[in-house]
Structure formats: C-alpha cells, structure tokens
Nanobody, 128 residues
Framework: QEQLLESGGGLVQAGGSLRLSCAAS????????MAWFRQSPGKEREFVAI????????VYADSVNGRFTISRANAENTVYLQMNDLKPEDTAVYYC?????????????????????WGQGTQVTVSS
C-alpha cells in the first residue's frame, strides 16, 4: 500500500528555517514526480515545489522561489523541503504528494489533481 509520511513541521520565528521530510513506501519512488503543496485555513491548497524523478528539474511557486529548496534521496525513498527565511504567510499545513508520471512536463505537474498519493500533512507555523 502506497504511503507518504511527512515530518519536520513546527513553530518557528519569522526569518528562521525548517526542513520537512517525506518518507515514501509502497510505490516506485525512483520513478515518481514528487511535490509539496500547502493549505492555510480558509484558503485553497496551493502548489509549493516539485522535483522530477531524477532531480534534474524542479519548479517553485513564485512566493517561495529563492527561499525554499526541494531535494530528494532516491536511495532513501525520501523527499525534502528546506525552508529558509520563513515568513508568517508561510504558515500552513504542508503536504507531500507523489505521481508516477516521470515523462510529464513540469508545468503540468504543478496541479494537485495530477497526484494520486498524498501524505497526512505537517503543520508549519511562523510567528512574527
């Protein structure tokens, strides 16, 4: 059974850093496009970052570009999201998502509907 388990969330002051991890099991991780999305109360889920199956390509939302870095370790079935210079508007539940779509263009894979596998989410709270 496919499973994604996020960890690393917490409370941090503005300007601080956090590193989220997402451990995958039960799916062909090395062939999966991996993504992070987030959702704040009262807002729709939004795309944060994606990384191709081979780490060659990555795409970021404008709001996090230059502050967040997505990476993966295929040998460990894990994807990471390093978040630096955090801002209060980054407060959200962060979700890891996976799709077995190694040949899809990255511009297509920024949409959450493309991902059949989701984690339970981890809360990130940034205080001002």
């Amino acid at each position: 059974q496919e499973q994604l388990l996020e960890s690393g969330g917490g409370l941090v002051q503005a300007g601080g850093s956090l590193r989220l991890s997402c451990a995958a099991s039960g799916l062909a991780f090395s062939s999966a496009t991996m993504a992070w999305f987030r959702q704040s109360p009262g807002k729709e889920r939004e795309f944060v970052a994606i990384i191709s199956y081979n780490s060659v390509n990555s795409v970021y939302a404008d709001s996090v570009n230059g502050r967040f870095t997505i990476s993966r370790a295929n040998a460990e079935n894990t994807v990471y999201l390093q978040m630096n210079d955090l801002k209060p508007e980054d407060t959200a539940v962060y979700y890891c998502a996976a799709a077995l779509a190694p040949n899809q263009p990255m511009r297509v894979m920024i949409h959450g509907a493309r991902y059949p596998y989701w984690g339970q989410g981890t809360q990130v709270t940034v205080s001002s």
